[in-house]
Structure formats: C-alpha cells, structure tokens
C-alpha cells in the first residue's frame, strides 16, 4: 500500500492487489455544509451523469456500457462518492470519463429528473417498512440535516433550483477535504495528477455541520390504512466511528440482532415467542452521530408485546454480563463480515476511501479489527449501561 498526495492535496493510497483483471477507483468528496432544501444533494447527484460539457448522458452512457465500465456518483449524508471498476487496459479511458463528468458537469435534464425523483420517492414511501423508517429518521434528527428524510425532502423538492444545485456542487468541490483510493493489479504512471490534478484544492474549511441536539424519549406513530402489519423501530444514538467505543457497539449489534438466526432478538421474539418473521439491529453511523435501532415487523395485536420484548432483551444486555463463548463467537461473526465485505477491488477502495474521509487511516479496519479482539464481557455491559437509556425514539406504524 502506497499513500501519497496529488499536487492538489486529494490524499491518494494505491493498494496492488496482483493478478486482479479490473481495477478499482474511489474519490471522496467532503461535505461541509447543510442543503439550502431537503433533497437538493440528492438530486445534484443524479445530474452528475446527466451530461457534461463534451459529452450528452446518452454518450456518456454508452461509452460506459460499450467498454464495461461501472461508474457511479452517491450522496451520502456526509460526502460525495464518486467510484469505478473497469478491465486494467481500460483505466485510463475510465479515468478521463470521471475526470470530464466531475470537472463539466452540465446539469442538464434538472426538471426531468426533479420528477423523476419526486415520483420514485412517492413510489418508495408506498412500503410500510419505508415509512416507518422515514418517520424514525426526521424523529431522531429532528431539525437536522441528517433527519432529511423521504417525506421531508417531497416537501421541498419543489423550491430546490438548477442554480441551487450547481451553487452546492460548486461549494463541495471547491471546500470539501478530498480522498482517492486506487486498487487493483496496475501502475498508474502519473495517470491520476494528470486527470484529477487539476480538481480544485479543498481550502482549510471546518465542517459547519452541527452534531446534532441531545435526545429525549419521543413517541411517533402513523397510520396507514392497507398495512397488512404493524411495524416498529425503536432507536438510540450512540458513538460513532472513531470513538474507542465504536467496536464495542458493532459486538452489541451483532448479539442482539444482526448475526442472523443466533441473534439474542431472532432466538427471542420470532423462535420462541413468534412474533414475527423479520427481526434485526443495526448501526447506522454518521460523522457527527450515530444511531442503534431495533426493527421489528409483526401483527398489530403484537405491538405492545414486541415493544415489552425490545424492553427485556435491551434490559438484560443492561445487567447481566455476555457469556464468553457468546462474545466469542460474536466476535467471530463481526470479524468475519469485515473479512467478507473487503473481497473485492471495489470493496476495498470503497471502504478504505470512507476511513480516510472520516479523518481515519487508510487502514483503519486493521484497527477495528484489533480492538474488536480486545474487547471483554465488562466492557460490552458497561457500553450497553451508557447507551441504552431512556431516551430513546419509538416510532409504530398500524393500520
């Protein structure tokens, strides 16, 4: 592994992996900033392949498709990704398509897609385990940028303009702090100053997104009339990456309800008691925050008795220490996954790109994986002590 910085400050890692057919390329992109709308990000992303200045999004789309080339742009809450895989001989074409794509975007086809997005996401909400999920979302980060949920941003999308969305690609590329990392079985040859090098250098800008305002219990509910369930998230916020208390709460996710059919959860609420079919934790972290949720759907005669069984299990993760052949095993799992989710060329860049964004080393899942193997049974109860209080969101929807 090699790091290195572009003339331009994009902090650069090249990983060789030998004998790898297709190359892998992930560019970081910080966000500083909240949106002036809700939604407009979201909708700045989906423009990026919609044409630049030398080529349509028809050109574009089949330049990329007669050469087998996968190239995306995603907006996540606290960067813009932009990544491709491509065969090693064609890397430098590829190179020079994300070049042109981040450095002259157009914008083009703004009201099209403002439609086609309003409609997908009004097509979204129509699921039930969607909805919740978005009424959980601008619950627990109400008044924030991260509680820019799908609701929130139908609301708005209206308002957001084509200059509002070329104003905040602008602001991103000319601020935010930049990440690049390139995997695969090649030499890039200077290949990667001469068509990212001249990418704006991120001025020293603090992020002026706020964490977000401490947390009390509420209670939120929706109906929603042909629901054949009731489904139920209750949530906490927690440390997020980079708290030596990260590893700690990925080992809970994995006891209580992301491991699959040994999750204390699963054995509990679906095996024993039958509440439901679906059962599961999970971790969703964020710079500023992070959040642990509970997910369960079920009967509508069941909810006050799935809600008393999140209670009993959070409870007993509370008091009674984890036996050590089930931390061990937990820690197996969570190890495991991290060895599963680094397979690939792209998984590698992908997530090697997001430790670097997040202020950490390239390496950083060496860390993790360090400190998950350190961790003891006292350790995981007195995290579940901390977190798992009261002041919690529980967000029901019933028919």
Request: proline share 3%.
């Amino acid at each position: 592994m090699r790091e290195f910085i572009l003339k331009n400050g994009i902090k650069s890692c090249i990983k060789q992996n030998v004998d790898t057919p297709r190359v892998a390329l992930t560019l970081n992109v910080a966000i500083n900033k909240d949106e002036k709308h809700a939604g407009q990000y979201s909708l700045m992303n989906r423009l990026l392949l919609k044409g630049t200045q030398k080529y349509s999004s028809e050109e574009i789309s089949n330049i990329l498709d007669e050469n087998a080339i996968e190239l995306y742009t995603e907006m996540k809450c606290d960067y813009l990704r932009f990544r491709f895989v491509c065969l090693n001989e064609d890397f430098e074409l590829a190179l020079g398509m994300l070049s042109e794509i981040i450095q002259n975007p157009t914008f083009s086809e703004f009201e099209k897609e403002r439609e086609k997005m309003k409609g997908e996401l009004v097509a979204e909400l129509d699921s039930a385990k969607v909805k919740v999920s978005d009424l959980f979302t601008k619950t627990i980060y109400k008044g924030h940028f991260y509680g820019h949920s799908y609701s929130t941003i139908l609301e708005e999308a209206d308002k957001i303009t084509k200059d509002d969305v070329k104003n905040a690609y602008d602001e991103i590329m000319k601020t935010g702090n930049k990440t690049l990392v390139l995997v695969g079985d090649i030499e890039e040859n200077g290949l990667l100053e001469k068509y990212l090098g001249s990418i704006p250098a991120a001025e020293e800008t603090e992020s002026e997104i706020t964490v977000p305002n401490g947390l009390k219990q509420e209670y939120s509910e929706l109906i929603k009339e042909d629901a054949n369930q009731a489904q139920i998230l209750q949530g906490w916020r927690v440390p997020t990456i980079g708290s030596p208390e990260y590893p700690l709460v990925m080992l809970l996710n994995i006891i209580l309800g992301a491991s699959g059919l040994s999750s204390r959860l699963f054995l509990e609420l679906r095996e024993k008691k039958g509440l439901a079919y679906t059962v599961r934790t999970s971790y969703e972290t964020h710079a500023k925050s992070a959040v642990f949720s509970i997910y369960i759907g079920t009967e509508p005669t069941n909810i006050q008795t799935s809600i008393e069984g999140f209670k009993e299990e959070i409870g007993k993760i509370k008091t009674i220490p984890v036996s050590e052949d089930e931390l061990h095993n937990a820690k197996n799992n969570l190890i495991g996954k991290q060895q599963f989710l680094f397979e690939t060329n792209s998984q590698q860049a992908n997530i090697m790109a997001y430790y670097s964004i997040m202020g950490k080393p390239f390496n950083y899942r060496e860390t993790i994986i360090e400190q998950v193997k350190k961790a003891t049974s006292e350790d995981i109860l007195s995290c579940a002590q901390k977190y798992f209080t009261d002041d919690f969101v529980l967000s029901v929807l019933k028919p």
